[in-house]
T-cell receptor, first 118, second 113 residues
C-alpha cells in the first residue's frame, strides 16, 4: 500500500530533550516536506526536500533540522525542543514533474505526530 | 509574501443545501490544490487545479480556478453529513530552489441533518 509513515503518532517530552520524528514513504517520491498545524494558522511549512541531499527552509524553520540521506526517509529533528513547538506535525511527499522548479502532483500526507513539549 | 485566505472559516449548513467556499491568494500562481481533513485525521487530496479556468468535479464537490482574479472556489451541491470536515486550499509558489505550498487557514464545514 502506498503510504507516508510517521512515527511516533504521539509524543510527550520535556524542554531541551532532543527528539526525532521519522518519516518514510514507499512511493519513490522525490519531494518531501514537513508541516506543522496549529489552530487558526492552517499548515505552515518547516522544511522541504526536492531530492536526496537537497533540503531547504520553509516558512518556520527555526528550532528544527532535517536530513535527506535516502530518498524514502526525511526525519525531523528537534535538537532542543521548547513549549512553542507543541503542535501537530505532518510529513508529506509527492512526485516532481519535468520542470526543475515545480511539481504538479498532490501531496500525500502521513497520519501526523502530535507533539507536546512541557 | 504569499497570503492565502479562505472564507468562511466556519460553515454550518443544512443537508441538501448548496454553498461555496472561497480561496483568495495574493500573488501569481497557476497551481492550486484543495485538501480535506477529517477530525483527528490526515489530509486527503481532493483537487489539483493547474490552469486558469480549470474546473474539476467529484461527487457533490466542484472546484474552479480563476488565476486572473487569484481566486478559487469549492462549491458544495446538496450537502450531506459525510461532507463534514475541514477543507484547505493550498497555493503553489514556484521558486528557484523548489516549489512551496502555502495553505489557507481552513474552512470547518458542519453539515447538519
Amino acid at each position: 500500500e502506498a503510504q507516508v509513515t510517521q512515527n511516533p503518532r504521539y509524543l510527550i517530552t520535556v524542554t531541551g530533550k532532543k527528539l526525532t520524528v521519522t518519516c518514510s514513504q514507499n512511493m519513490n517520491h522525490e519531494y518531501m516536506s514537513w508541516y506543522r498545524q496549529d489552530p487558526g494558522l492552517g499548515l505552515r511549512q518547516i522544511y522541504y526536500s526536492m531530492n536526496v541531499e537537497v533540503t531547504d527552509k520553509g516558512d518556520v524553520p527555526e528550532g528544527y533540522k532535517v536530513s535527506r540521506k535516502e530518498k524514502r526517509n526525511f526525519p525531523l529533528i528537534l535538537e532542543s525542543p521548547s513549549p512553542n513547538q507543541t503542535s501537530l506535525y505532518f510529513c508529506a511527499s509527492s512526485f516532481r514533474d519535468g520542470r526543475l522548479s515545480s511539481y504538479n502532483s498532490p501531496l500525500h500526507f502521513g497520519n501526523g505526530t502530535r507533539l507536546t513539549v512541557t | 509574501e504569499l497570503k492565502v485566505e479562505q472564507n468562511p472559516l466556519f460553515l454550518s449548513m443544512q443537508e441538501g443545501k448548496n454553498y461555496t467556499i472561497y480561496c483568495n491568494y495574493s500573488t501569481t500562481s497557476d497551481r492550486l490544490y484543495w485538501y480535506r481533513q477529517d477530525p483527528g485525521k490526515s489530509l486527503e487530496s481532493l483537487f489539483v487545479l493547474l490552469s486558469n479556468g480549470a474546473v474539476k468535479q467529484e461527487g457533490r464537490l466542484m472546484a474552479s480556478l480563476d488565476t486572473k482574479a487569484r481566486l478559487s472556489t469549492l462549491h458544495i451541491t446538496a450537502a450531506v453529513h459525510d461532507l463534514s470536515a475541514t477543507y484547505f486550499c493550498a497555493v503553489d509558489r514556484p521558486e528557484t530552489s523548489g516549489s512551496r505550498l502555502t495553505f489557507g487557514e481552513g474552512t470547518q464545514l458542519t453539515v447538519n441533518p
